[in-house]
């Protein structure tokens, strides 16, 4: 079966949405042991590297995507940006709380995605909006409502909200500023100039940082952010933002908290309670909703 050029963007998001989750459970355990600038240059540098191989290799770099720096220098500072303030976050917010602020990423989306690209919400979206993010708290607040209404916003949750903000900002943008360059040159434009806005911030926290002193879980944090969550999500991200509207790319961030149960199970914690499978089947009742094209 082909798929069309609209599902092949569903594809790329629904893998999108299972590597991001990684990031938070091992995130949550990195967090306090290393500065968050220093380990976010060290991450854009392996995945850019990582990136910058696979351009030269398939599609080659022309003298054309060069043209408005920019270009790279403002979508690089904005993902940059939500990295640093992840981790930062993290630091002092539980993983349950940063999940249920990133719920409103989407939602933003949508905002941006009208103010930049005039991209319509249309009614069936607004409610598939609706249902993922009613599924999506109710996996993270673990079918409990007393959670939920206990829920508080502290210092970590509000840093981690403006992060949230640059990313919404950088979905829509991402169509709007390419000028026809593959996905994977793109990125690799985009994570050089936020490698260099990291570095130029971040030298500091880089010298700071005794890195033999690091315990494992930073470095296989560090490994496996730079090449899942960030090389092969940056180019996934990339190609379904020129296939799919701004609102339906982030649509998939209410897949990550069922993701994350997955990841939590995998690590040898404890399943959640069976009702919480509720919300999983409203998540993906959203997606569904989101499926169709159109008109």
């Not at 005794?210 to 560090?222: H, R």
């Not at 309670?273 to 409203?282: C, D, F, R």
């Amino acid at each position: 079966m082909t798929l069309t050029q609209s599902q092949r963007g569903h594809v790329a998001m629904l893998a999108f949405s299972g590597l991001v989750a990684g990031s938070f459970s091992l995130g949550a355990m990195a967090a306090p042991l290393i500065d968050p600038l220093a380990l976010t240059v060290l991450r854009f540098a392996i995945a850019g590297a990582l990136v910058g191989a696979a351009a030269f290799a398939s599609t080659g770099i022309r003298r054309s995507a060069l043209q408005a720096p920019w270009r790279y220098l403002t979508l690089g500072g904005l993902l940059a940006a939500y990295f640093v303030l992840m981790f930062q976050g993290l630091k002092t917010a539980e993983p349950v709380a940063t999940a249920a602020v990133f719920t409103l990423t989407p939602v933003m989306a949508a905002g941006f995605g009208w103010l930049t690209l005039r991209q319509r919400l249309t009614a069936r979206m607004g409610l598939a909006l609706a249902i993922g993010a009613v599924g999506a708290l109710w996996v993270i607040f673990r079918a409990d409502p007393a959670k939920l209404l206990a829920f508080h916003i502290g210092t970590g949750e509000a840093i981690y909200f403006a992060g949230c903000v640059a990313h919404a900002l950088y979905t829509p943008l991402v169509r709007k500023l390419n000028r026809g360059e593959p996905a994977v040159v793109f990125t690799f434009g985009m994570m050089v100039a936020g490698w260099l806005i990291l570095t130029a911030t971040g030298l500091p926290a880089i010298r700071a940082t005794d890195w033999a002193a690091l315990p494992a879980i930073v470095w296989v944090t560090l490994l496996y952010t730079a090449i899942f969550a960030s090389a092969a999500t940056f180019v996934l991200m990339q190609y379904a933002t020129m296939r799919l509207p701004a609102a339906k790319v982030m649509a998939y961030t209410y897949l990550v908290p069922s993701w994350v149960i997955l990841w939590e199970i995998a690590m040898g914690r404890a399943a959640p309670p069976p009702l919480i499978l509720v919300g999983v089947a409203l998540s993906v009742l959203a997606l569904a909703l989101l499926l169709k094209d159109e008109a």
